[in-house]
């Protein structure tokens, strides 16, 4: 078991081991530093064999030892086989290559039953015995036989995620997806449910299983505000700070941002105290709330033509190819970390490419969207 969670001084001692890389390619984030381009671990398709051929060990390793120190997963990604991937990464990383663990910050979420691998013959039963029968949660409570919040479900999917980690911490955990529970159960009840699941990481962040948590989401904050599954930021806030205080730890969010969905940037659909609109990104700044990127790459449905060279010349990557310029897109907007996929050392090595060249500047970014070009993919 390798205790610890991530530091400022570690994390900082961390970065100065790439002192050729661009000053910008590491980021501050609630005392820790972050690389701005973060390694994830999820494969589409769950139930598919070929999911489960492959191994993400060798891509962490590659990638920590060159520069990204930030790896996220899920207790469901690949029926927990993701986690057991990073706990063989992390053995290799700080038994034999000399990396520690305060170092690196790590991130899983909760929410989805994460069944195991190989996958059960009845899941059902699975379910009742492994669940339900021991007093984690109730059928009632399981939505579409796949989601739950019972805070004692939570805590034993946090737990087993350590377990499988073999890591004392998670820097962050993400509540994942709540809003899969929207059209099943009203908004007021999805936010109590949360409410209990905040009580519980709390508690967590005091026994030193966790040391931040957030939510992680597909569309929940970026839908219009009449959506079934739209969330609203300040509600979470406001119940963050209700059962937390104001030192309360819930200090991240996680949802996609790319080329194609730019919408916690630019669409004005989150209330903020004075009865206005803004964008995502704006209150979340405003609350001291930081944000991780997922599906940097749209699981790369951005490739289907080539991108506007314009693109690539606003964003400085007109000798480099359109993955690199997506990249460069998420990872310059206001996140902590653009998370990418990948089980293969050389696609990280080139994705790395960038670590080497600033981020966009802030006037040439944002007139990206003025001028509409980040349309012309």
């Given at each position: 078991m390798h205790q610890g969670q991530a530091t400022k001084e570690a994390t900082f001692s961390y970065i100065k081991r790439f002192p050729k890389y661009s000053r910008d390619f590491y980021s501050f984030s609630q005392g820790r530093f972050f690389s701005s381009l973060g390694l994830?671990?999820?494969?589409?398709?769950?139930?598919?064999?070929?999911?489960?051929?492959?191994?993400?060990?060798?891509?962490?390793?590659?990638?920590?030892?060159?520069?990204?120190?930030?790896?996220?997963?899920?207790?469901?990604?690949?029926?927990?086989v993701s986690e057991e991937e990073i706990k063989e990464a992390l053995d290799e990383l700080l038994t034999e290559k000399g990396f520690k663990r305060e170092e690196l910050i790590l991130s899983s979420k909760a929410g989805f039953i994460p069944l195991e691998f190989p996958f059960p013959e009845d899941p059902y039963a699975w379910i009742d015995t492994k669940l339900v029968a021991k007093g984690l949660t109730t059928k009632e409570e399981i939505i579409i036989d796949q989601h739950c919040l019972?805070?004692?479900?939570?805590?034993?999917?946090?737990?087993?995620?350590?377990?499988?980690?073999?890591?004392?911490?998670?820097?962050?955990?993400?509540?994942?997806?709540?809003?899969?529970?929207?059209?099943?159960?009203?908004?007021?009840?999805?936010?109590?449910?949360?409410?209990?699941?905040?009580?519980?990481?709390?508690?967590?962040?005091?026994?030193?299983?966790?040391?931040?948590?957030?939510?992680?989401?597909?569309?929940?904050?970026?839908?219009?505000?009449?959506?079934?599954?739209?969330?609203?930021?300040?509600?979470?806030?406001?119940?963050?700070?209700?059962?937390?205080?104001?030192?309360?730890?819930?200090?991240?969010?996680?949802?996609?941002?790319?080329?194609?969905?730019?919408?916690?940037?630019?669409?004005?659909?989150?209330?903020?105290?004075?009865?206005?609109?803004?964008?995502?990104?704006?209150?979340?700044?405003?609350?001291?709330?930081?944000?991780?990127g997922s599906s940097s790459l749209l699981q790369m449905n951005l490739f289907k033509k080539p991108f506007s060279k314009n693109i690539a010349a606003l964003l400085g990557t007109a000798s480099m190819t359109d993955i690199h310029t997506a990249l460069q897109f998420a990872r310059s907007g206001p996140l902590v970390s653009a998370l990418f996929g990948s089980i293969s050392k050389e696609h990280v090595q080139n994705n790395l490419f960038l670590a080497y060249i600033p981020k966009s500047e802030t006037t040439t970014y944002r007139s990206l969207f003025l001028s509409g070009e980040h349309d012309a993919v």
């Open positions: 994830g671990t999820y494969k589409p398709e769950p139930y598919k064999e070929d999911n489960y051929i492959i191994n993400f060990k060798e891509a962490i390793v590659e990638a920590v030892s060159n520069g990204v120190n930030y790896i996220d997963t899920a207790s469901n990604y690949r029926f927990g019972n805070p004692k479900f939570l805590r034993w999917s946090v737990e087993r995620s350590l377990e499988k980690m073999g890591v004392s911490t998670l820097d962050i955990l993400f509540l994942h997806n709540p809003e899969t529970q929207l059209g099943y159960v009203p908004y007021p009840i999805l936010l109590e449910r949360i409410r209990d699941a905040f009580i519980l990481f709390e508690s967590l962040v005091k026994e030193g299983k966790i040391a931040h948590y957030g939510i992680a989401t597909w569309n929940a904050f970026l839908y219009e505000e009449s959506h079934t599954e739209y969330i609203s930021l300040m509600d979470i806030i406001q119940i963050a700070k209700e059962v937390g205080g104001e030192n309360h730890h819930f200090k991240y969010l996680q949802m996609p941002f790319n080329l194609a969905k730019t919408h916690a940037f630019n669409y004005t659909n989150q209330k903020y105290h004075d009865n206005k609109y803004y964008a995502l990104m704006q209150i979340a700044a405003s609350e001291g709330i930081d944000i991780i």
